[in-house]
């Protein structure tokens, strides 16, 4: 469809009032990553677009701080999720990279929103929602600032990419907020949970005046009550600021002490200190402080008490824009004032003080926000209920989806929810509740019917980050590399629908489309050889190793020269015609050399690889080494021959890409 616009001029006293109208065959509203793979999959599809994002910046968390990513088992990501991770090794020089600057994922993302058929609006917030049955017709939004028009945006379809879950909501869904009891679904994992990790050590007193109840409770701590485990409550985990700093002098901001700067709010902070003693005055004990490139940061939550603002974000989900707002400013009032006390304050001790005084805000991040990050990290806010819930049993492979259109591979995992008082022995003392930190399976598929709300409450929106799960669940799925997934999945079957209902969509021919062009360019999916493939042979003395934490997939190969050959040959398909790049994956565990022949025909390429030049980052335990760029012609025959001197050798697998 053609976009149109329509001005309409009404003469008032205060002045004049314009109201613009759009007609698109998908509206996207939110400014998640999702929103820019499912605009460029609906656009490549042939669909007009429209992305309205009430931020200033596009891309979320992938844009505002998280460069250290999570996910887990990277083998799981897949169509233009993996794509946008390999561009951002392209630009550090490797086939894929999962740590990274916040300029250079904006940079990248932006990309895929250049499409001719994508109209983009920045700066406009959801304000109502007009349905016809259980159709969306229009949505009106108004400008974030004082100026501007109102906009009102028709399509066909809709695709909801906020955190939030606002225009679900708005649409007359179904969700929840907060915690379902661990019986609600069957789970184990689910609602109130006191566990031992980011945790304060027992004996912490909780007041003001130490041992002193009248005194009242020290800054941060809640009055509530600890409820039975697996009680259901509204309580939202945690939310905090993903931090990029930097130690490079000529690249930094000093940070200075923040408006309002209070330093009692850390005087919680002040007795961990002291019960863990000075045999943990390293910065790591405190936060996640992960290096990117660049001399940057990418600084997370750690311990008892670190940059999570714990419960003070229970009322976000459900506040109003301007209550929203006053929750961010007090969780970046707060995450400063840490940075500051730490610096500053001469009760910290000297160690940490100095580490922390080292740090700056980058001048080349966040140029339009002040060198500030424009993304608070909202980790869970409303959950559809829709066509599938994913639950626990989801996360630990004990079901069956038909419908996956994409794969999580996270733990599942909440920060915790509250902090409160307890006693133990007759002890008052201060603990963190619900946070949860439990592996599950293998890689596991994320159900089409968990985007779709109930047929009868919704017929032409998909809901790729606030989907259908349960508190647990939503804590394994809620990763940006399954939101940039779950986009593109959304973006293809709205096109898929038409002016039609998407939850009667051919969901064999979306995963077949997902499959067969991963990338949506035509080229078709890499060619992947791994270990377990009846294209290996000569495994024959080798071992199966199941460690998916040092293998690309669940398991890789070892030989320790008990038994057969050290080596293996990769059998590669005739049919193969044109230049591809060849890699093998490597665990940075290992023999030192492996000698890697590629035989094309009669020509035999021989390529070493030295284990000491593996440079692996982030949330791994290995990484691709290209073997190099050969020529195939159809018909030819070809194999990979792996061999080493050594008499312990690991193998893994091998990947071709056009």
Known sequence: MKVRFHYLFLTLAVGVLCSCSKTTSVCIYGGSSACATAAYAAAAKGCRVTLVCPDSVIGGMTTGGLGQTDIGNKQAITGLSRQFYRRIGEHYGKLEQWIFEPHVAEEILLKYLESPRVKVVKGYRLESVVKEGTRIVSIRCVPVGDDGDDIEVSADQFIDCSYEGDLMAKAGVSYFVGRESSDTYGEKWNGVQLLDQHQFPDGVDPYVEEGNPESGLLWGISDNVLEPDGSADKKVQAYNYRICLTDDPSNMIPIGRPEGYDSTRFELLLRLFKAQGEESFDVNKYFIWSRMPGR????????????????????????????????????????????????????????????????????????????????????????????????????????????GVGYAAYQMDSHNCDRIVVHKDGKAMVKNEGDVQ?????????????????????????????????????GSIRMEPVFLEMGQACGIACAMAGKGDVQGIDVKALQESLEKDPYMDGKGPDILIDDDSDLVKGKEGWEVVRNGMDSYGPTHLRY????????????????????????SFQSKWGCDSTMFTVTIGKEEHKVSFLRKTLNVEGQAFGDWFKIGRFEFKRGEKGKITLTSDSQDICADAILLIR
């Open 296 to 403: 940057k940061t990418d600084i997370n939550n750690r311990g008892g008490f670190s940059t999570d603002m714990i419960g003070m974000n229970h009322s976000y989900p459900e506040a109003s824009w301007e209550e929203r707002q006053k929750i961010i400013k007090a969780h970046k009032d707060y995450t400063l004032g840490l940075l500051y006390f730490y610096a500053n304050d001469p009760r910290v001790p000297k160690p940490l003080r100095d580490e922390v005084s080292r740090w700056g805000l980058p001048k080349d991040e966040y140029i339009t926000t002040g060198h500030w990050t424009h993304q608070l990290y909202i980790r869970e806010a409303r959950r559809m209920i829709g066509e599938y819930v994913a639950t626990q049993k989801d996360c630990e492979n004990k079901t069956t989806v038909p419908d």
């Open 438 to 474: 439990k592996h599950g399976g293998v890689p596991y598929p994320i159900s089409y019917r968990s985007l779709t709300p109930k047929r009868s409450e919704c017929t032409n929106l998909l809901v790729p980050v606030c989907l259908s799960a349960s508190h647990i669940a939503y």
């Open 560 to 583: 320790r020269g008990e038994s057969g050959d050290n080596h293996l040959e990769y059998v590669l398909d005739g049919n193969l015609d044109g230049e591809f790049d060849i890699y």
